[in-house]
């Protein structure tokens, strides 16, 4: 599943030799360069509805300061943004999309998105392997871990660890699980196919074992706002969630933690997409080399939280007192990435599947 022979051109024409130049402080190549060489004046970029102030802050704007070309900025969840593309006929309206890889995937279906390599964006080259996998036409900015966060007054980090955590009947009523509809959902999904069964795809292993812990689960939840809520309130002692979940709390000083996985590790990655038919590619292509660059990555790091895949980025200790050294390479702490040729297809019906036969429990 991992790119590491970078074999692939996640292939397009057009050239951007200039674009790494035009970077004002991206690294001493980029001295003697300033302003853009695009004709873009401004750039439609679609994103997430959360964190956008402080997106604003460490990307868009060192964004136009560099180059002269100026964001507008929208927002949604993905399945909205992704809808309103399906509905849009190769006239997008927006130049660059910020979505989760599995939407990215599905976009690719309908061929939403076009294809581009490093003739058109230089710092394709400058990323880790696992963000410019082989699956996908754009690539990873920023990667999300799966682990399980938890109050370090009533769970050990060696509970917390393991998958076995969630059959404890000492806990029952006071976990919680991911619902499969938010990401985590199908990376604690896949986490328990390997753990138990054949694989992060062993869908019929991963649901029974989800099923029989169902009944000390307090809940399944759809949001971060949710489980964070549920541990600071004392209704629960710990969940399965994404590292960023554990940022703020860990920052904060109250008793809670966050830990990998013994076996069964997962990532989510976000994507830097071009949608088919945008109007402004030169000017996609500049925005998105530059959200690669070493600068960027670390001021979306420090401001939004975001975990960097330019490994020359610096790592906030915010996070680094989370993840720890996994923030360095994932891949080395056994972390990977799902496959979305086995998830975009089976999607609907592992939907259904979870409701039936976990949730319902």
């Not at 900015?141 to 955590?165: H, K, R």
């Not at 009947?169 to 986490?191: E, F, K, M, N, W």
């Not at 029989?212 to 949710?226: H, M, N, R």
């Amino acid at each position: 599943m991992h790119s590491t022979a970078r074999k692939r051109s996640i292939a397009l024409a057009a050239s951007f030799a200039a674009t790494a130049l035009v970077l004002a402080g991206c690294s001493s190549t980029d001295e003697n360069t300033a302003g853009s060489d695009s004709d873009a004046t401004s750039i439609v970029v679609s994103t997430f509805p959360f964190g956008v102030e402080e997106f604003q802050e460490a990307i868009f704007d060192p964004f136009t300061e560099a180059t002269g070309i100026e964001v507008v900025v929208e927002t949604g969840s993905n399945a909205d943004r992704l809808s309103k593309l399906q509905l849009a006929d190769g006239d997008p309206g927006i130049d660059v999309m910020l979505i989760s890889d599995y939407y990215a995937a599905l976009g690719q279906e309908d061929d939403l998105f076009q294809e581009f390599d490093a003739t058109d964006v230089p710092n394709l080259e400058n990323i880790a392997d696992f963000a410019v996998e082989d699956a996908y036409f754009g690539p990873a900015y920023s990667y999300q871990l799966n682990g399980t966060i938890y109050n370090t007054d009533e769970v050990t980090a060696e509970e917390a660890a393991d998958w076995d955590l969630y059959a404890n009947p000492d806990y029952a009523g006071r976990l919680a699980l991911p619902d499969i509809a938010v990401t985590a959902g199908q990376l604690a999904l896949s986490g328990v196919g390997e753990a138990y069964g054949d694989g992060p795809y062993d869908i019929d292993t991963a649901l029974s074992t989800m099923a029989d812990w169902a009944p000390g689960i307090l809940q399944f939840y759809s949001s971060s706002t949710e489980v964070t809520n549920l541990l600071t309130q004392g209704e629960i002692v710990a969940a399965d969630s994404l590292s960023g979940f554990a940022t703020t709390l860990v920052a904060s000083g109250e008793p809670v933690a966050w830990t990998a996985p013994t076996e069964g590790r997962y990532m989510a990655t976000n994507r830097a997409m071009i949608p088919t038919g945008a109007e402004n590619v030169d000017g996609a292509y500049e925005f998105i080399e530059y959200l690669l660059s070493v600068e960027a990555q670390t001021a979306s790091a420090e401001l939004v939280g975001d975990l960097p895949v330019n490994l020359e980025a610096t790592v906030p200790e915010s996070i680094v007192d989370v993840v720890g050294d996994i923030a360095t390479d994932p891949i080395a702490a056994g972390y990977s990435t799902l496959d979305p040729t086995e998830l975009v297809s089976t999607r609907n019906d592992w939907v259904d599947r979870f409701a039936r036969e976990v949730t319902s429990n």
